[in-house]
Every structure is written in structure tokens, then in C-alpha cells.
């Protein structure tokens, strides 16, 4: 069998990683970066007494709206599809800092039952959002800014309080004034931008902590998984975690892009989550109902 010149195989060979390459990027870009993954569970909140309902809680986290393209219009219909009770979306709203038309149009197409609620991000902060058209366009759009604040909601199974810490990363949070107005009765939610601040929760009472800020990653590779993660969050990547003092921690793998516009092995996420009231039986840590 006749061989193939050395010269020849090693242009053959660079020509097939080549294309192996490009693939992946059209892949990640125009494929992964817009399909989006369905995320269901079950939490448990101790401080709701059986036998109150079930809430349903949509997680949206870094959403970095630019344009309403395919994404974003999904989006909206698998929020809306999920008829939520609460929607909480954990920072990062913004790509760039002067879409404030397609933010409203996008933050008014969702609808919850009891509320909507946001806080910033670093991003927002870098783009200066919440320092100029910000604020009016989330409450244009329905959404509950808290900086720093809480707002009560009270359904058949009591009440629940969603407490907001302005971004962290950015030196603008305050835990103290963000649990100001929560009672040791009140289930509390408290949503931050970035998961760092589990570090430090001191001894408020809070029960679940959600945040997003690591983007899952976004490009991740089987065996090496992330190249890449925000200063501090890799252990808390995505996904359901314990951490002290007995709280439970939801990382989002969020719905948007920074820097690249790609995602690998990490597709854009939503969370639908079911607030259950009592404690989760055994010591399973979560309960995942389905992925689509």
C-alpha cells in the first residue's frame, strides 16, 4: 500500500483538527449557546408548614439581554408555559449597556402569579445600568428591584421573604440592611449575584440563598470540565449545595453569554423550581423531575 508523504499526512492531519475546530465552534455559537436546557426540581422550606401548596419559582440568572433573538423568545415561552408563582432573576441583565428597550420588552413578557423579582450584577455595574436607565426600565417591566431590601409575599402557606444583596463583586452588597425587615418566623429566600457570598451568611436566618454569576462554566470540555471560572465559585458552580449555617445554595447556569458568544457542554439554563413545604425526606440533597 503506498503511504502517504510525511508533508502531505501532516497537512492532512492539521486540516482535520482544523475542521474539528471549527465545528466545534459553529456548535457552541450557533447551535448550544441558543438551546435551552428545562431544569426541574424540588426544595423544601422548613419554616412552610404542611399541608400549604406547592409554589413554583422560576430561576433566571445572567440573562445579558442584547437582542430578542430565538433565545430570549423561548425563554419566554418556557417561563410563561410554567404559569410561576415567583420569578427571581439573579443579576447580570444587561450585554451591553444601551438595550433598554429590548430589556422591557423582554422583562414585561413574563409573568408570575405573586411576583417578579431582580437584582444587579457586576455587569450591570460595569455598563452603568443601574446608575442610569436601570431602575425604571425593571419596574417598567413588572419586576421588584431589591438593593439592598426585602419584599414579603403571603400566599395560603404563610408568608415568605425574598431579601436582594446588590452585587458583591462590584462592593455594593450589605447583608445587614438586605435582612433588616426578616423575621425569625419568615421562610427567607435571599438572592445574590454571585455565590461567593455563602462564605460569610454570619447567623441570619435564611434558608435558601440563589445566585448565578458563573455561567455553569459556559465552555466546558468531558474529563477537563470548565477552562474557565469566576474567581471563587468553583466550588459552587451549578446546581443544589449545602453550605453553613444549614442553608441550601442554588447556582443557576444562566441564560446568556459574556465575552464569547458560545457555550460547549453547557447549555443555557432555567430553572423551575418547586418550593415544597417541610422537610425533604432522607438525605437525598435534590430531587431532579426532569431536563428537557
Not at 18 to 46: D, K, M, Q
Not at 183 to 205: F, M, Q, Y
Not at 229 to 244: A, I, N
Request: charged share 20%; with cysteine; proline share 6%.
Amino acid at each position: 500500500m503506498r503511504l502517504l508523504p510525511k508533508s502531505c499526512a501532516k497537512r492532512w492531519t492539521l486540516g482535520g483538527a482544523g475542521v474539528l475546530v471549527l465545528g466545534a465552534v459553529a456548535y457552541g455559537s450557533l447551535i448550544e449557546s441558543s438551546w435551552i436546557e428545562t431544569v426541574r426540581t424540588v426544595e423544601f422550606l422548613p419554616m412552610v408548614r404542611p399541608p400549604a401548596p406547592d409554589l413554583t419559582l422560576v430561576h433566571l440568572s445572567d440573562i445579558h439581554i442584547g437582542t430578542l433573538g430565538r433565545r430570549e423568545k423561548r425563554a419566554i415561552e418556557i417561563i410563561n408555559d410554567a404559569r410561576p408563582d415567583l420569578i427571581v432573576l439573579s443579576g447580570d441583565l444587561v450585554h451591553e449597556g444601551d438595550r433598554p428597550r429590548e430589556l422591557e420588552t423582554f422583562l414585561g413578557s413574563l409573568h408570575a402569579r405573586y411576583g417578579k423579582f431582580a437584582v444587579w450584577g457586576n455587569h450591570d455595574y460595569g455598563c452603568r445600568v443601574p446608575l442610569t436607565w436601570g431602575p425604571g426600565v425593571v419596574k417598567r417591566g413588572g419586576f421588584t428591584l431589591l438593593r439592598n431590601s426585602s419584599s414579603a409575599v403571603t400566599y395560603a402557606g404563610g408568608r415568605i421573604v425574598i431579601a436582594g444583596l446588590d452585587d458583591a463583586i462590584t462592593g455594593h452588597d450589605n447583608l445587614r440592611l438586605a435582612m433588616t425587615r426578616v423575621s425569625r418566623k419568615d421562610a427567607c429566600i435571599l438572592v445574590s449575584h454571585t455565590p461567593e457570598i455563602v462564605s460569610d451568611l454570619g447567623n441570619w436566618d435564611i434558608d435558601l440563598v440563589l445566585a448565578g454569576h458563573t455561567h455553569g462554566g459556559q465552555v466546558r470540555f468531558p474529563l477537563v470540565g470548565a477552562l474557565w471560572v469566576p474567581f471563587g465559585t468553583r466550588d459552587h458552580l451549578e446546581g443544589w449545595f449545602d453550605v453553613p449555617p444549614d442553608v441550601r445554595l442554588h447556582v443557576s447556569r444562566g441564560l446568556g453569554w459574556s465575552w464569547l458568544p458560545i457555550r460547549f457542554f453547557c447549555r443555557p439554563a432555567i430553572d423551575i423550581i418547586t418550593l415544597r413545604a417541610g422537610r425533604k425526606p432522607g438525605k437525598s440533597t435534590r430531587s431532579i423531575l426532569g431536563q428537557s
